[in-house]
């Protein structure tokens, strides 16, 4: 498909007068088990104002390898139900406790130590898992659910370190 090809789809129903081009063309990972790579954490302010701890995770392996999803939590306690709230922190600690990461008071200080506490932990790989539960006030988006889950075996990680093992009698000169 050439260039205006896909500019006439994109277009097609794109009024530019009324319709924000920033909106859609991201609609992230269907449910389903991606082995993972934390790729950055950090603490991002919305331009609506909203904060959220964002964690940038990229698949390693299989159709999806290269994709990325953002799991972007809130912890204003004015802007998210106190359910979600819970559920935030809980996602938190699971993540921390899959990728070996203690954290401690200070890291809950606010949502840039919070960000802050998990750069250790970049590059490390898991399973994530989505799974979409319905939304009643807007079924057509519905809401993204998250699970971090460790690999059994650190070993079965499924892409290569960069590590080579060659023994002397493998090297030519």
Same mark, same amino acid.
């Given at each position: 498909?050439?260039?205006?090809?896909?500019?006439?789809?994109?277009?097609?129903?794109?009024? *530019?007068?009324?319709?924000?081009?920033?909106?859609?063309?991201?609609?992230?990972? *269907?449910?389903?088990?991606?082995?993972?790579?934390?790729?950055?954490?950090?603490?991002?302010? !919305?331009?609506?104002?909203?904060?959220?701890?964002? !964690?940038?995770?990229?698949?390693? @392996?299989?159709?999806? #390898?290269?994709? +990325?999803?953002?799991?972007?939590?809130?912890?204003?306690?004015?802007? @998210?139900?106190?359910?979600?709230?819970?559920?935030?922190?809980?996602?938190?600690? +699971?993540? #921390?406790?899959?990728?070996?990461l203690q954290l401690t008071d200070?890291?809950?200080?606010?949502?840039?130590?919070? #960000?802050?506490?998990? +750069?250790?932990?970049?590059?490390?790989? !898991?399973?994530? +898992?989505?799974?979409?539960?319905?939304?009643?006030?807007?079924?057509?988006?519905?809401?993204?659910?998250? /699970?971090?889950? *460790?690999? /059994? /075996? *650190?070993?079965?990680?499924?892409?290569?370190?960069?590590?080579? /093992?060659?023994?002397?009698?493998?090297?030519? !000169?």
């Amino acid at each position: 498909m050439g260039l205006q090809d896909l500019a006439n789809e994109v277009l097609a129903d794109f009024n *530019p007068k009324t319709d924000d081009p920033n909106a859609g063309g991201f609609d992230g990972l *269907p449910d389903g088990d991606y082995d993972v790579q934390l790729e950055n954490v950090e603490h991002k302010v !919305f331009n609506s104002g909203w904060e959220a701890v964002s !964690f940038t995770n990229e698949v390693t @392996v299989g159709e999806a #390898a290269g994709r +990325k999803e953002f799991v972007s939590l809130g912890f204003d306690e004015s802007k @998210v139900p106190s359910f979600v709230l819970t559920k935030n922190i809980k996602l938190v600690g +699971k993540l #921390a406790s899959v990728i070996g990461l203690q954290l401690t008071d200070a890291d809950w200080e606010d949502e840039t130590s919070l #960000a802050a506490a998990f +750069k250790d932990g970049l590059g490390s790989q !898991f399973i994530l +898992k989505i799974t979409s539960s319905e939304n009643k006030k807007d079924p057509s988006k519905p809401y993204k659910n998250y /699970d971090f889950i *460790p690999y /059994d /075996d *650190p070993n079965d990680q499924p892409i290569d370190n960069g590590a080579i /093992d060659i023994s002397d009698e493998d090297i030519p !000169f």
